[in-house]
């Protein structure tokens, strides 16, 4: 009678045994996979900048990404989505009911923005994930307050206006700034500031200033982190 201890059975059970990790290695891998692969994946974060608005859920067609309800003035993660052509869809948390939506058509390995803004309508933007400058923090600016009457400008507190003529929903190009940076709110070709549009930007980090309020006295500025 073979017992285990003969090389051959040795062998043959250790191959076996390596086999199954083998195996186990590679379902572990597609799990994973499946749940974030740059390649095969997009990066969605929902912000609700809808002045007056009840907590939003997003759905991707019917699929819902966000965990729990984004509040007004505030942000989710970034959220895995599949890519290809899809409808966003913003719901009042706990309804059914479609708010907004919006046409999205995302790339594997890409990352976007999409904000619920006044009057029920919804936008996106493709977000910058690259690496600013050494030293330096990447910003861009988004003009989403119904109330402002003119296209507006981001300026330096102290200075020169870095973005110009946002109209409503318009979105600027990234700039690499200084970390400590300070910036305003000013209609366009004005020097007197709206608001102030305070951020703490850290070296290293990608950020969006937006502007959102659906009234002249409630023009308010928000910071989101994206890196």
């Known amino acids: 009678m073979k017992t285990i201890s003969d090389s051959k059975d040795l062998?043959?059970?250790?191959?076996?045994?390596?086999?199954?990790?083998?195996?186990?290695?590679?379902?572990?891998s597609c799990s994973k996979n499946d749940n974030g692969n740059s390649s095969t994946s997009a990066y969605v974060q929902v912000t609700n900048a809808a002045?007056?608005?009840?907590?939003?859920?997003?759905?991707?067609?019917?699929?819902?990404?966000?965990a729990s309800a984004v509040a007004y003035g505030s942000s989710s993660d970034f959220l895995i989505a599949s890519t290809g052509d899809h409808q966003g869809k913003f719901e009042s948390s706990g309804t059914s009911t479609v708010n907004a939506s919006v046409s999205l058509s995302l790339q594997a390995g890409k990352y976007y923005g999409v904000f619920y803004v006044d009057g029920?309508?919804?936008?996106?933007?493709?977000v910058d994930r690259t690496t600013p400058q050494s030293g330096k923090a990447r910003i861009r600016f988004i003009n989403l307050s119904s109330a402002l009457s003119t296209a507006v400008d981001f300026g330096i507190t102290t200075g020169a206006k870095v973005a110009t003529n946002l109209a409503y929903k318009?979105?600027?190009?990234?700039?690499?700034?200084?970390?400590?940076?300070?910036?305003?709110?000013?209609?366009?070709?004005?020097?007197?500031a709206i608001i102030s549009a305070p951020a703490t930007l850290e070296a290293g980090h990608v950020y969006t200033i937006y502007v959102s309020g659906a009234t002249s006295t409630t023009v308010t500025a928000h910071v989101v982190t994206e890196k």
């Open 51 to 66: 002045e007056g608005s009840p907590s939003q859920d997003f759905y991707a067609d019917n699929t819902k990404l966000t």
């Open 11 to 28: 062998r043959s059970l250790s191959l076996s045994l390596f086999a199954v990790i083998l195996l186990a290695v590679g379902l572990s």
């Open 120 to 126: 029920n309508a919804a936008s996106s933007y493709q």
């Open 170 to 192: 318009a979105a600027s190009a990234y700039y690499d700034v200084d970390p400590g940076t300070a910036f305003s709110l000013y209609a366009t070709g004005s020097a007197s």
